[in-house]
């Protein structure tokens, strides 16, 4: 089952925050965060482990609510850099990771 | 974190050959790999999963007889198209796992091989 992420698209200003949310209809026992440039493979961001777990690196950072089986990806301070799209993704049974749709992030200067 | 290749990065062919893409992770020894597609402006789609030394397990709707699968080493594993079609045009991208446990495991990508079929 397909996480699912929202918003699908954000546009922002140099220095603006933004929220971008991973929910699941399954029960999360992990969640992974990967940013993919244009034309490029996914890029590691984070794993969170466990329900509770907050994570960051930088000016972006991540939380994982278990009980609410979601997770939120911040990213303060933007920086033109932190353009792409950004996905989430829950891993299912033999270590598939699925990913969700995406959410496309552009800063402007 | 572990380095993987992709060979080659970007192939053109004629509808009806055949395609071969390498998947190899370049320092460390991976029992598993994963395949993924990626059509414009959507999501990875995981297409299989390469299994070292065993059948590659596919998930829904992907045809197995298509997309051959092939992980005769623990560095290296492959993804023949086989009779390609322009509707089969996409990213493949590969995998790997770092470690050897359920979800805790990181998954590094290849930079991917972009396949167009005229």
């Known amino acids: 089952q397909q996480p699912v992420q929202s918003p699908q698209a954000v546009i922002l200003r140099e220095g603006e925050d933004a929220v971008i949310n991973c929910s699941s209809s399954?029960?999360?026992?992990?969640v992974h965060w990967y940013r993919q440039k244009h034309g490029e493979a996914p890029v590691f961001l984070m794993i969170l482990l466990k329900g509770g777990e907050q994570k960051g690196h930088d000016k972006i950072s991540a939380s994982f609510n278990e009980k609410k089986q979601q997770s939120s990806l911040y990213l303060t301070a933007s920086q033109l850099s932190y353009s792409g799209t950004y996905f989430c993704?829950?891993?299912?049974?033999?270590?598939?990771?699925?990913f969700g749709q995406g959410t496309e992030l552009s800063v402007k200067p | 974190g572990a380095v993987v290749s992709q060979h080659p990065s970007w192939v053109i062919c004629k509808s009806g050959t055949s395609v071969k893409i390498e998947c190899r992770s370049l320092d460390f020894q991976a029992t598993t790999m994963f395949w993924y597609r990626q059509f414009p402006k959507q999501s990875l789609m995981l297409m299989a999963t390469?299994?070292?030394?065993?059948?590659?397990?596919?998930e829904q709707g992907v045809e197995k007889d298509k997309f051959l699968i092939n992980h005769a080493s623990l560095t290296l594993s492959t993804l023949t198209v086989t009779s390609a079609h322009p509707e089969d045009s996409s990213f493949y991208i590969c995998s790997v796992t770092g470690g050897t446990s359920g979800s805790t495991d990181t998954q590094y990508f290849g930079p991917g091989t972009r396949l167009t079929v005229l």
């Open positions: 993704g829950t891993v299912q049974g033999g270590g598939k990771l699925i």
């Open positions: 390469s299994n070292e030394g065993s059948k590659a397990t596919y």
């Open positions: 399954k029960a999360l026992y992990s």
